[in-house]
């Protein structure tokens, strides 16, 4: 069964610009979450996705993150426009609806200069 | 507020012996708990997992104990081999929502 796919896998921009990742959830699972991971830190929910709904965003700064999952698979997310503060990895991670276990993509990792 | 994860941030162990990596957690409605294993460069990697009617839950190599009176959850590590050494968090699962700690390094020693 192939894994979480992530891409791209680095990304480097300037303050202000815009950037997208997109994530490829292992098949059938129905449930997809973005988190964000800063250096020396646990990774922490962004949105939380069932099929192509949104369950929670609460976390998610809106004023310049969006993300979505139109046909309910392949999901995309996007900073605009970054700041600094936004240097993390962003990871993917998804599960079958009927199950807990999440299984996590191996990141995008950001540095905004 | 719900928070999980006072993490001793690094650990030594000598290759061979035995690891033992702690979490504390404050939210008592806890029921899930599970730990995962992140190496240099790749995402969260699932070990293991133990609900709160469960005290000890073992898997290969691995073990997993909580203390729901003192709000502690431990992993242990048979025989720490090389291939251990990564960042380790322990994660509570409320709602389908995973809030992890900050996470302990173990380095191995050879």
């Known amino acids: 069964e192939a894994g979480v796919a992530q891409s791209p896998r680095y990304k480097i921009i300037e303050k202000r610009q815009s950037v997208a990742f997109w994530c490829n959830p292992i098949?059938?699972?129905?449930?997809l979450y973005w988190y964000q991971q800063i250096l020396g830190q646990g990774p922490k929910l962004l949105i939380q996705f069932q099929n192509n709904g949104v369950v929670d965003d609460s976390q998610l700064p809106k004023d310049r993150f969006s993300a979505e999952r139109l046909k309910g698979v392949d999901s995309t997310l996007k900073i605009q426009p970054a700041k600094l503060e936004d240097s993390a990895v962003y990871l993917c991670?998804?599960?079958?609806?009927?199950?807990?276990?999440?299984?996590f993509g191996p990141g995008t990792r950001l540095l905004v200069l | 507020g719900e928070s999980v994860g006072l993490h001793l941030p690094t650990l030594s162990v000598q290759e061979g012996d035995n690891s033992i990596i702690n979490c504390a957690y404050s939210?008592?409605?806890?029921?899930?708990f599970i730990w995962y294993k992140q190496e240099s460069g790749k995402g969260p990697q699932f070990i293991i997992d133990?609900?709160?009617?469960?005290d000890k839950r073992q898997g290969q190599r691995v073990t997993v104990l909580l203390n729901k009176t003192v709000k502690h959850l431990s992993l242990q590590i048979a025989a720490t081999q090389p291939g251990d050494s990564a960042v380790y968090f322990c994660a509570f699962d409320g709602n389908e929502k995973l809030t992890f700690g900050t996470g302990t390094r173990l380095t191995i020693i050879p």
């Open positions: 098949s059938g699972h129905a449930t």
């Open positions: 991670a998804s599960k079958r609806a009927e199950q807990e276990t999440q299984y």
């Open positions: 133990i609900r709160s009617n469960m």
């Open positions: 939210n008592s409605a806890s029921d899930y």
